[in-house]
């Protein structure tokens, strides 16, 4: 570990945050958090109880009413400070990204600016978040709506994206005057912890954002998600994590954000512009090694131009070089862990057996770290695994078609409804098909489509609500109607 490294760490806040304080779990136990470029370990934590999980909560519903009504603009201020910290501390955030999820550090940086954005876009979308007023057709009521916090949230994040997930639950509650308990996923606590400790100094008050990870994650959600004084759950993660809290939900009606699982689809038309596809296919597949729910996870490209897609795609993931993401030349990083890797090896196997072949990768890279090789397969049929599930890796599949309307019906041949790109130069085409296809987001010849302006989110087993944007603040209020008697009827 270098002198920089070891520095930053010294500095970091390992403990639970519960009322403003950091400390110990109850049990005194503590959770490693491993390397996943090396294997070793980086650092531990506080590793909090179900006990911790209800102090935590306790805090924030005790800083509730306090909160919502410090005025917006104060709320403000302190987003507005804490973005000035995190662009201030990009190196410090994305080595600790790099550390303990394995993107390479250029990628880290990037998502320093993405998810630091969110502390400054939900600051200025806070002080200009109005209801209406009106009168009804009879002219007997005016009409006033309010917009009010929904009240204390449990906020649950997963490891792909260890800070952009948090800040785009957390601004918007704070902007909203919401209290919170952050539970982020036990592999990639750390950004989430260095975050924290950057409101704190930012200004926030204590018990507004508690922080609790722990060994077992239904340890922590049980008590919170069992107590009356829950108003919201936000959750990112796996769909079938997400259905169990739904179902969880249900017992108390709670208001809830699922940004869940995605298959996302590329289409690629034969008057597409064939490198801006590569370029985006690159974006789209290989950013974060592939481990986003936004990850391109089926190639469907006319069947004229296949070959050369298939050529030119294979030529540029060759050119990644993989390895640990502190090394500056590394595009490349490590999976998450081994069960990943195994995985990546199981869905190529039952590739092939369908009848795939591998152009590119296919196996494990060299060294200690969870190193896949990117790899693209072609004649990838729709009943292999790679076409059905999540592959969350540098796989890339490709299936061919001949008219739009197999396009079509390949693309929306999935129960998830999240991202989907789409490539062509003809504008009505354009038009036609992104209204037919079935997914909460459409790249059009781009394979970015992420920012803190824009509503993110999916449709079917992909989610509800939208993160980001406008909508993305709705969502931490209710909607109060005032019925004002008219004086002159
Ligand atoms: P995951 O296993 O569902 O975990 C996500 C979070 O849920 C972690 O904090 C995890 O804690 C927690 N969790 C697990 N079991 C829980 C329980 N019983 N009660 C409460 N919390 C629980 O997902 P992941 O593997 O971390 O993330 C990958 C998935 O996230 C993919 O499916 C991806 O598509 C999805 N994702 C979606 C979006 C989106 O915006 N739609 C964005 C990013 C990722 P532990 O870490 O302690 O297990």
């Known amino acids: 570990m270098n002198d920089n490294i070891a520095h930053l760490l010294s500095k970091l806040e390992t403990g639970l945050l519960i009322n403003g ?21 980086i650092t531990t934590i506080a590793s909090a109880t179900a006990t911790d999980a209800q102090r935590a909560f306790d805090a924030a519903c005790h800083a509730q009413e306090k909160w919502q009504k410090t005025p917006p603009r104060q709320r403000a201020e302190i987003l507005r400070r804490a973005f000035d910290l995190v662009g201030k501390r990009t190196e410090d955030f994305a080595t600790l990204m790099t550390l303990e999820m394995g993107k390479p550090l250029a990628e880290a940086r990037g998502e320093v600016t993405y998810g630091g954005e969110f ?35 449990f906020l649950v994040t997963p490891w792909n994206f260890p800070l952009a997930m948090a800040t785009r639950k957390i601004a918007p509650a704070i902007a ?28 926030l008050p204590a018990g507004v954002l508690n922080v609790v990870c722990g060994q077992s994650a239904s340890a922590i959600s049980d008590p ?49 512009d064939i490198d801006e596809a590569i370029q985006g296919a690159m974006i789209a597949k290989m950013r974060n090694i592939g481990e986003a729910c936004t990850a391109a996870n089926r ?27 502190l090394d500056e030349g590394t595009t490349c990083g490590p999976l998450i862990d081994e069960r990943a890797v195994e995985n990546m090896e199981a869905l190529i196997d039952d590739a092939v057996r369908a009848g795939s072949t591998v152009l590119t990768g296919g196996q494990r890279g060299e060294g200690n770290g969870n190193f896949f090789l990117p790899t693209v397969l072609k004649d990838v049929p729709r009943s292999a695994r790679v076409f059905r599930e999540e592959i969350f890796g540098p796989i890339a599949p490709i299936t061919t078609f001949a008219t739009e309307a197999e396009a079509l019906e390949l693309a929306n041949d999935t129960e998830f409804g999240l991202a989907s790109y789409l490539f062509t130069q003809n504008h009505s085409r354009i038009q036609r098909v ?50 004002i008697k008219n004086p002159y009827c």
């Open 224 to 272: 919170i998600m069992s107590d009356p004084r829950l108003r919201k759950i936000s959750f990112t993660g796996s769909t079938g994590v997400g259905k169990a809290l739904l179902k969880t939900a249900a017992d108390n009606v709670l208001r809830t954000s699922m940004e869940l699982g995605g298959n996302a689809p590329f289409l690629v038309f034969e008057d597409a």
């Open 434 to 483: 992104s209204e037919q296809l079935e997914f909460g987001m459409v790249g059009i010849n781009t394979g970015a489509i992420s920012n803190a302006a824009v509503p993110f989110g999916g449709i079917k087993q992909s989610g509800m609500g939208r993160e980001g944007g406008v909508e993305g603040l709705d969502d931490y209020t209710t909607l109060q109607y005032l019925g």
């Open 119 to 153: 502390l400054r876009w939900f600051g200025e979308q806070g002080v200009r978040h109005h209801g209406i007023t009106g009168e009804t057709p009879e002219g007997n009521l005016r009409i006033q709506t309010v917009r009010r916090p929904v009240g204390p949230c």
């Open 299 to 325: 190639f469907l490209i006319h069947e004229s131009i296949a070959a050369e897609f298939s050529e030119k795609l294979t030529a540029a993931l060759e050119a990644l070089v993989v390895g640990n993401g």
């Open 176 to 203: 909203a005057g919401c209290v919170m308990v952050l539970k982020p996923a036990k592999q990639t606590p750390l950004t989430s912890l260095y975050l924290a400790q950057t409101l704190m100094e930012a200004g």
């Open 21 to 41: 304080e950091w400390g110990p779990s109850s049990s005194g136990e503590t959770l490693e958090v491993l390397n996943p470029a090396t294997g070793e370990v």
